[in-house]
């Protein structure tokens, strides 16, 4: 007798697979056709010009100045071809202390208006790249408006989308009762019709109405005890059903986004800045959390870099108070359960976004899959184990690759039996 | 069946067919108790339908209601996150702890800044066997009933401000008028502890520090001052033995340095089958009043009662100085077993051999000196030259100070730590003058039942939350570190002199430039601030001197001492002695209110959360009681009540007595547990005495059942279960003593373990096992606290533990073996008077044709592909079918909640408790079944650090709790398909030899072996041949 423990735990994955395809799918259908469209925004203005200024921009400016009007350690740079031409623009960034120096009166106003905080000289920047740069610039502060029109529809969308497998199960139920009462309808027509037809000449006698037959027949189904259970039963098993998918979501957080103490965007930091996850979350190749960041992490830019933003004077007034910050958990794992962050990152390879969504574009930080043990299951089951250049494994993959032609995968090591993440 | 010659009895209770044991023989779990103290809602048993219902009722609509909202959890990180933290990372840091005289290099686990579990130090060589008590003292540091601030008086709001300004005023008026000042200490092992008080005494020259110890040794020192000239304590060493002989001394349970003692001694036991290995052991005698832990590991042991004892000693020392050509001294015959076999065998052993003495007379230590002296033991055994300060206690001075205090002479006392009113025989008396003395402020860490009396209480924080360096042995320093900040408002002992001596009072700097010019002298390397961080990172530094060696001439008045134990001790005396002793958990009861300590079964008893008197079965039958009548235990007026436990082993005519219990002010877990006996010790000659004379003994008439625990999980057929042999059996054959079951088929006989239902399980990558030598496990319990702390095991308390409801996943089985032929049926029924005795360490054993896999029904219990019987309690819903299909009942039913329950009052009831709660480890809720899961947190993070760091796993990376708590390495745990790991290799020498399986009939071929029990006896065969001659 040797029940291995995956026959066990069968049970529970494939209850929820299906409806978690449907969430899958529902949800890409429901965030492409935004994301396509911010997109092709982005990329009717631009041309070469812009995509290369952006690269210019981000890799040079982007640490003082925003695209926008808003002032970060320098101005915001929105407008910036407007109040001066070209020439003035180009002479600036390669040497702006030359120009304080020559006295010219524009720069010495920015200079003084900027508590004589000297810009860095680009002098290896070409004519070309600072055009790119204000090229960007420009192209940006007229897509920006359009694209967060589309982020706020993706934001609004995306309830919805969480919300969505009972919902369209509901309506593709309500939909199908509706069709079978039509084909009940219909039937009862032709029913009519027909029995009319072979009754010819003998109307007199069935001249009742259609109305009255229909009601006989109808109290007759309804008198049917045969009928009536048949009703009962299969409403108590749609109950029952219900029930049983509802207790499954308990518990399930899946799409939970609430608001947080300070209004941090992943977006803006992961996305835009392409800042790596690491820098912040400094646990996750080491240890089981990936780490809330302490204070003095954000400090790190966020001392030079929008002092004066009210989100991030919490930051300052959290370090000052000596009070922590308290941070909306998101991702929660019951406390039965164990969960490695560097096993997964460090050892399997696998990205931040598989698990976590596409948090470069979350504003607001959400739970996009449901860390129910059947999804976890699910990945452990189709997942190759990332087996290269890591001696741990040779022998597992060399027994592996004695026994079977298929590629090792992370169930043929034990990762579906219950003590490798509960005890 | 083959090569059993043995039956082996648990307990009494099973000789006495109790009606109690009898019933709970035949079932898994005892049924609940008739009169409940829980109402049934609590008690997991309780059948009533409507609290059934109600509870459902609630349930669902708790459900529902829990359902509607997300419940908000919080992530708060650090505000500025300290470098080399990382939380859910342990950090590690090297300490030492230090209780009176006890010390133990360790390492402590921290996780987000408090300490989850304590280790030894490898690095501490010499020091790093710990036991129960060292792991223990973990939850100290969390014990909720602590004070939390400085106490004047009964203020507790009073600020360390405007206690220093009153006490330094107080102390300025009495060293104007040069009035008194004594310092009150246990055993202080750390010597710039040492020089704070001498800093202190410079400032204000009237000051005295008076030592003293609960379990003192004083008279040891006070002989070899007189034999040799040195006032101290020798260090000894174990390993190099080949003869020991232990007078009245428990060198493995509780004289001086028990643990560093067994993990020497454990070296001369250690012996391999293969055809080269080693085959000899050392023998080891042990003549004492109770069954203490050492006395049960002896292979002779004789009881003798402690109005003999000295005379054991003299004749000893005549036999050996008979043929060694010593002088011989005037003593009365004495007529004990096994004396002459001991006396030869200390001959043949000559410098190898070591006698040792646990009785604190000065005058039967100088023979035992003299002995050792003739033997040549001086210089390998036994070393003056680098001796041991683990005891400084001077009992002479002691008693001055009580009478001291008596008179009113001292105008200002200060206890470090002690707490004498409690643990001193005159404490009633100090407890009447303590509220005279003028000044008196101690910096115990609670109002005990000393600093309760005192005006002022200057709570000294635990050690894991303070600096401070010990010298446990000349020329081995080790530093302690604060592994958590102060947990209440305390400051150190040291800081709070120096700033009354009026000095700088950074106690840590003040080490730091002690050891710069103490220790860093004697042969530190590098510069200084290298040196002293590598010393607080390896938490020890040795010099030199540590290593010296030197043979001792023994200058002493042999003469005097026997006359002295001539007018001490009788040969035979007929009257009831008394003998008090020290339990191996308790110790002296100074770190009582430990609930995992109170729960520790004493490894011999097995029982816990009491004392109780012990008395042979012969003297109970003579005196009328039995187990558990209460009775009254009077020494000249002095009187305690006490249960009675019938104890094999105990010698007739005596009744011990553990001290250590009946704390009055210490807590909730030791307050009222036992009866305190420290007031029945004695002084003879001004030394301490644990055996005071002459006692009557009453019946009560109250009963008071002791929890015992041996008796609860049955293992039925120990033939298969314990497998022993002597030594020169084994030297023949190295099968012996081992049972092989055979099964007889159509085809012939055939291994039990060839025929097989099952189809088995294949171990690709690792294969964990675990191989216990019973020949060097001797009983102590460390393991058991040590997964007691690794796993978060509740403390279930007195009445459960009657109710044999325990929890704990390691338990140490303890058997006694019967004299009689296995054929004398009639003799098996009577209790051995001196019983063999063995202990076996029981776990889960991880089978292979898991019996409790095959019948649960939600599949909570599964195999793992590395060899591990997993428990998943999330899964399990209480059926038990497992426990009652596990043939070596290792698995415990939670049959409450423990924690947040005041019912189970202990740790898990409160915040601070919970702190000690391992963050790896889920804390089981009601319901669930749990076992020893072989650490299996510990094999994932071993695992996993090996494939972040892109490499296989190295033998040693992963160790279990058991296994590393060892003081002896009876345990070794290990990955069996490796074959370089300790474990193959071991497993490979023993395959054919001493290495079996329980129960190895029943085939569920476990991952667990045990290898014999060698015992270094004559064969059976040849005792009975000198029998003939004589």
Redesign the interface.
């Given at each position: 007798?040797?029940?291995?423990?995956r026959?066990?735990s069968k049970f529970f994955p494939n209850f929820k697979c299906s409806k978690q395809l449907i969430a899958f799918a529902l949800t890409l259908v429901l965030s492409l056709p935004f994301a396509v469209s911010a997109q092709d925004a982005a990329a009717d203005a631009g041309g070469a010009d812009v995509a290369h200024g952006e690269t210019v921009f981000k890799n040079n400016c982007a640490q003082c100045h925003a695209i926008t009007d808003e002032r970060v350690v320098g101005p915001g740079l929105k407008g910036a071809t407007s109040r001066n031409d070209m020439a003035w623009l180009t002479k600036w960034v390669k040497n702006s202390q030359a120009m304080i120096a020559s006295g010219d009166p524009y720069a010495v106003k920015i200079y003084n208006e900027y508590s004589k905080a000297q810009m860095t000289s680009f002098p290896g920047l070409s004519e070309e790249d600072i055009k790119a740069i204000f090229a960007y610039v420009d192209n940006a502060a007229t897509a920006a408006p359009a694209e967060a029109a589309a982020g706020a529809g993706a934001a609004a969308g995306a309830p919805a989308a969480s919300s969505g497998p009972s919902d369209l199960f509901m309506i593709v139920l309500v939909a199908l009762v509706v069709v079978m009462l039509l084909v009940l309808g219909v039937l009862l027509v032709i029913v009519t019709i027909l029995s009319k037809a072979v009754a010819g000449g003998e109307a007199s006698e069935g001249d009742t109405d259609f109305m009255t037959r229909l009601g006989n027949s109808l109290k007759g189904i309804v008198a049917d005890p045969a009928i009536r259970s048949a009703v009962i039963w299969v409403f108590a098993l749609l109950a029952l059903k219900a029930t049983v998918d509802?207790a499954f979501g308990?518990?399930v957080?899946q799409g939970?986004a609430?608001k947080q103490p300070i209004a941090f965007s992943h977006k803006l930091h992961a996305g835009e800045y392409k800042i790596d996850c690491n820098y912040c979350h400094?646990?996750v190749?080491?240890?089981?959390?990936a780490?809330?960041?302490?204070?003095?992490?954000c400090m790190n830019c966020h001392g030079v870099i929008k002092k004066e933003s009210p989100e991030i004077q919490k930051i300052y007034t959290?370090?000052e108070n000596?009070?922590?910050?308290?941070?909306?958990?998101v991702h929660?794992l019951?406390?039965?359960?164990?969960f490695?962050h560097?096993?997964h990152v460090?050892?399997g390879g696998v990205e931040c976004e598989t698990c976590h969504g596409e948090i470069g574009s979350m504003e607001v930080i959400q739970q996009r899959s449901s860390l129910t043990m059947g999804w976890c299951i699910d990945c452990h089951r189709t997942t190759e184990v990332n087996t290269k250049?890591?001696?741990?494994?040779?022998?597992?993959v060399q027994?592996h690759a004695s026994e079977s032609q298929e590629a090792l995968k992370v169930e043929d090591?034990?990762g579906l039996?219950?003590?490798?993440c509960?005890? | 069946m083959k090569n059993t010659d043995k039956r082996y009895w648990r307990g009494l209770e099973e000789l006495r067919n109790d009606e109690k044991f009898v019933k709970n023989a035949g079932s898994e779990f005892a049924d609940a108790p008739s009169d409940t103290q829980y109402e049934s809602l609590v008690d997991g048993t309780g059948s009533n339908r409507r609290d059934f219902l109600k509870v459902l009722g609630f349930g669902m609509a708790a459900v529902s209601l829990a359902a509607c909202e997300t419940p908000v959890k919080k992530a708060i990180p650090y505000v500025n996150k300290p470098v080399g933290e990382f939380p859910t990372l342990a950090n590690w840091y090297a300490s030492s702890y230090t209780e009176g005289g006890d010390y133990a290099s360790i390492l402590v686990k921290t996780r987000e800044g408090r300490p989850i579990k304590i280790e030894p130090n490898d690095l501490g060589k010499g020091f790093s066997g710990i036991g129960a008590r060292v792991h223990a003292s973990l939850l100290g540091l969390y014990d909720n009933e602590k004070l939390r601030g400085p106490k004047k008086g009964d203020d507790t709001k009073v600020s360390w401000e405007a206690v220093d300004k009153d006490i330094m005023a107080q102390l300025g008026q009495v060293a104007a008028k040069g009035g008194a000042i004594r310092i009150l200490s246990n055993t202080v092992l750390s010597p710039s502890t040492k020089a704070v008080i001498a800093d202190f005494t410079s400032k204000y020259p009237t000051t005295q520090h008076v030592t003293y110890d609960a379990n003192s040794v004083s008279a040891l020192i006070q002989a070899n001052e007189s034999s040799f000239g040195k006032a101290v304590v020798p260090s000894y060493d174990f390993s190099k033995v080949q003869t020991v002989v232990s007078i009245g001394a428990d060198f493995q349970g509780s004289w001086i340095s028990p643990e560093i003692f067994a993990g020497q001694f454990a070296e001369t036991r250690r012996v391999s089958s293969t055809k080269d290995g080693k085959k000899d052991m050392s023998r080891h005698y042990q003549f004492e009043t109770t069954l203490s832990l050492t006395g049960s590991n002896a292979d002779y042991r004789t009881a003798v009662k402690p109005s003999q004892i000295g005379l054991v000693v003299a004749s000893l020392y005549n036999q050996v100085a008979a043929k060694l050509g010593g002088k011989a001294i005037p003593s009365a015959k004495v007529d004990v077993a096994h004396l002459d076999k001991a006396a030869n065998d200390l001959i043949a052993a000559k410098a190898n051999a070591l006698v040792v003495c646990g009785v604190n007379d000065p005058a039967v230590q100088v023979i035992v000196n003299a002995l050792n002296s003739l033997l040549g033991s001086y210089g390998t055994t036994i070393n003056l030259e680098a001796p041991a300060y683990t005891r400084q206690g001077n009992d002479v001075a002691m008693n001055q100070l009580v009478d001291e205090i008596k008179g009113g002479k001292v105008d200002a006392l200060f206890v470090l730590g002690a707490n004498p009113v409690y643990d001193h025989p005159r404490g009633a008396e100090l407890a009447a003058a303590l509220p005279k003395v003028g000044l008196s402020v101690a910096f115990n860490d609670r109002p005990d039942e000393t600093a309760s009396l005192l005006k002022f209480i200057c709570p000294a924080p635990h050690y894991l939350e303070s600096w401070n360096d010990a010298m446990p042995k000349a020329g081995f320093y080790s530093l302690t570190q604060p592994t958590i900040s102060l947990v209440f408002n305390t400051r150190q002992a040291q800081v709070s002199l120096l700033k009354w001596a009026g000095l700088n009072d950074d106690y840590h700097e003040y080490i730091k430039s002690y050891w710069r010019k103490n220790v860093y002298t004697q042969g530190g390397k590098g510069d200084y601030e290298s040196f002293w961080v590598k010393s607080l990172h390896d938490g020890v530094f040795m010099t030199p001197a540590a290593n010296a060696t030197a043979s001792a001439t023994f200058a002493g008045d042999i003469d005097a001492a026997a006359a002295s134990v001539g007018k001490q001790y009788k040969a035979s005396a007929s009257g009831l002695e008394l003998a008090l002793y020290q339990n191996v958990g308790i110790g002296t009861g100074a770190s009582a209110n430990n609930p995992w300590l109170q729960e520790l079964p004493e490894p011999v008893t097995k029982a816990c959360w009491d004392n109780f008197a012990m008395i042979s079965q012969h003297t109970a039958s003579e005196l009328g009681f039995e187990q558990g009548d209460v009775v009254k235990v009077d020494l000249n007026g002095k009187a305690i009540e006490l249960p009675v436990m019938v104890q094999p082993g105990q010698a007739n005519g005596t009744v011990a007595v553990a001290i250590g219990f009946g704390r009055e002010k210490a807590g909730k877990s030791a307050d009222g547990v036992g009866k305190n006996a420290y007031p029945l010790a004695s002084f003879a000659g001004g030394f301490l005495s644990f055996a005071p004379g002459e006692v009557t003994v009453t019946k009560t008439g109250d009963f008071r059942e002791v929890a015992q625990t041996q008796t609860h999980n049955t293992v039925m057929n120990r033939k298969s279960v314990l497998q022993e042999t002597v030594l020169g059996q084994f030297q023949k054959d190295p099968l012996a003593g081992r049972f092989i079951p055979e099964i007889h088929t159509s085809d012939g006989v055939v291994d039990a373990t060839d025929l097989s239902l099952w189809n088995g399980h294949q171990y690709k990558n690792h294969s964990w096992g675990m191989v216990v030598d019973l020949n060097t496990c001797y009983g102590c319990g460390s393991c058991v606290i040590g997964c007691q702390s690794e796993n978060n095991i509740p403390v279930v308390g007195r009445q459960e533990i009657i109710n044999s409801r325990e929890m704990h996943w390691m338990r140490i089985d303890r058997y006694y073996s019967s004299d009689a032929d296995v054929e004398d049926l009639r003799g098996l029924e009577i209790a051995s008077e001196n019983p063999e005795v063995t202990f076996q360490p029981m776990m889960c054993q991880h089978c292979n044709n898991a019996p409790c896999e095959t019948v649960c029904p939600v599949l909570a219990t599964t195999h793992s592909s590395e060899g591990l019987n997993q428990m998943t309690y999330n899964r399990c819903v209480g059926t038990r079918y497992c426990a009652n299909n596990c043939p070596y009942k290792v698995r415990r039913f939670n049959w409450f909640k423990y924690f947040d329950n005041d019912n189970f009052d202990y740790n898990f009831n409160n915040d601070l408790g919970k702190m000690v709660i391992n963050p790896e480890v889920t804390v089981r809720s009601r319901g669930v079944i749990e076992k020893c899961s072989m650490c299996v947190q510990r094999i994932q993070e071993g695992k996993l650090t090996a494939k972040r760091e892109r490499r296989q796993v190295k033998d040693g990376d992963i160790n279990v709790a058991c296994a590393s708590a060892c003081p002896t390495n009876a345990i070794t745990f290990g990955d069996m398909n490796d074959a370089e790991s300790r474990i193959s290799k071991l497993l490979s020498e023993e395959r054919e030899g001493r290495a079996f399986h329980m129960l190895e009939e029943i085939n569920v071929r476990p991952q667990v072996s045990y290898l014999t029990k060698v015992r270094n006896k004559d064969t059976k065969v040849k005792v009975e041949a000198t029998k003939e001659h004589a």
């Open positions: 007798m040797n029940i291995p423990s026959e066990g509802g308990v518990g957080q939970y609430p400094t646990g190749n080491r240890g089981r959390s780490h809330i960041p302490s204070a003095n992490i959290s370090i000596d009070q922590p910050i308290e941070w909306v958990r929660t019951p406390d039965f359960a164990y490695n560097s096993q460090n050892v250049d890591n001696k741990y494994y040779d022998n597992l027994l090591i034990g039996e219950c003590s490798k509960h005890y | -």
